[in-house]
């Protein structure tokens, strides 16, 4: 109900319902934003942002993603937003010129370890043009939003499939597999960023004032009844 004053308004002002949507949505990111000022300003930077995402049709349009990515960046008007873009093939090129433009992005739905090192890559490629269109690194803030839980949901079915067709012997080797990719995977991941960290593309832009892109762990609520709903969170 706390929409619905707003929401009329905008269908008497003859507004569609996915305008409608985004209005409602940048109003509560300013607001969540505004809130969390104080640990932006506190960190200096580093934390206290709030994310708004592309809509998601745009997730195989390159020049779609990047144009909506500027236009929220503008819409939402404060520096502790994060624009969320979905790391697929075509988002990678969008990754960059959205960094590229002092944009803070977060990239979003990570799965597989080689697509994280392309976003790094992206992300790496979007701060070096910054830096040599002589712009300051130190205000730009990335996060790569690596889901966990998922990769169980999907490999738990696959161990299902194999289960029902073993022998005995073979069941109670895929049955200590079942919730353990899912950190193993991240475990990979973090490996990478560290990886990341100390490499000599990183180092020099680091020199220039640069943040690191930091990993955040997304999807660590257990999808499976049967695991702990901490499990991930203790885990990682």
Known sequence: PEYDDTIRQGLASGKQPPAIFEA????????????????????QGRDGFVSIEVN???????????????????????????????????????????????????????????????????????????AAAGK??????????????RVDTLVDKRLDMKMAAAPLEERRRLDALFGKAGIANAQKAYAIFEKMLASPEFKALEAKGAQPQRPL???TSTKNPKYRDVMYVEEL
Not at 90 to 115: D, H, M, S, W, Y
């Open 217 to 219: 762990w997304a999807s």
């Open 24 to 43: 409602l949505a940048i109003e509560a990111i300013q607001r969540a934003c505004d809130a969390f000022r104080p640990v932006f300003n506190e960190t």
């Open 136 to 149: 300051p690194l130190a205000p730009i803030a990335s996060v790569a939003s690596f889901f966990v839980s």
């Open 56 to 130: 998601p049709h745009l997730a195989r349009d390159t020049q779609g993603t990047n144009e909506e990515a500027r236009r929220l960046w503008q819409s939402v008007n404060r520096p502790n937003v994060m624009i969320k873009i979905p790391g697929t093939k075509e988002g990678l090129p969008a990754i960059e010129q959205t960094l590229a433009q002092g944009i803070n992005v977060n990239i979003t739905l990570i799965f597989a370890l080689k697509r994280y090192e392309e976003v790094i890559a992206s992300w790496l490629a979007g701060l070096s043009r910054l």
